[in-house]
């Protein structure tokens, strides 16, 4: 990503787009998300991420004056405080490590690509999970490492939004055959096989929604 590629470098004052992009994506989405967290879930995910998008939003303006490893780690603060369940830890971590390994860096595709696969990693340390398992991490770990790779090659930001959409894609569309070992999908053995589950849902949705905001 070049610098003609980042409308605003140095600050983020993309967010409140990038959030609203994201709140109407889980909203146009509600219906059948819900119907997957009902399925295999506890049925309160898409109400706690909305608790989290509505109190970023509410700081939109704040977080838009930020360098962008503040605003990430203020937004993974956020979203540890007001989303519920494990949601709202594991994308606290994404976030919060997001700003802490991009502190001191210029904003590049490869500090992007650095600090959002360090993030991942985080996550998967907290959560105590691996792809396959059936979680978001199904679509956080192959889009870090689509991420790095695009890095390496410098792509254009309509390549990248393109390409990275189509990874959290089909890792979203890889756990509707997984058995869950994690969560409360976990419970149901082998009867959790067939649904698509409902974090990898979202992640995909909230990924799509913000490539598609970037290039819109």
Known sequence: MSSADQPNSHTAALLPELLRAVAVALEEN?????????????????????????????RGDELAGMDWPSAWQQIGMTLMTT????????????????????RGRELTLETLADS??????????????????????????????????????????????????????????STRDLVATKGRASFLGERSRG?????AK???LMIAAVGQALVA
């Open 195 to 199: 649904w698509i589950d409902p974090g």
């Open 83 to 102: 989303v519920g369940g494990a949601s709202g830890s594991l994308y606290g971590t994404l976030f919060v490590t997001m700003g802490k390994t991009a």
């Open 202 to 204: 979202t992640a995909q």
């Open 30 to 58: 509600a219906e059948a998300v819900a119907e997957l967290d009902r399925a295999i879930g506890d049925g309160d995910h898409l109400v706690n991420l909305r608790r989290g998008i509505d109190a970023l939003r509410a």
């Open 116 to 173: 959002f696969g360090a993030g991942v990693e985080a996550v998967k340390r907290r959560g105590r999970v691996e792809p396959g398992e059936k979680t978001l991490v199904d679509v956080l770990d192959p889009v870090a490492k689509a991420l790095v790779r695009l890095a390496q090659v410098e792509a254009p930001l309509p390549r990248l939004v393109e390409e990275l959409g189509q990874v959290a894609e089909a890792g979203m569309e």
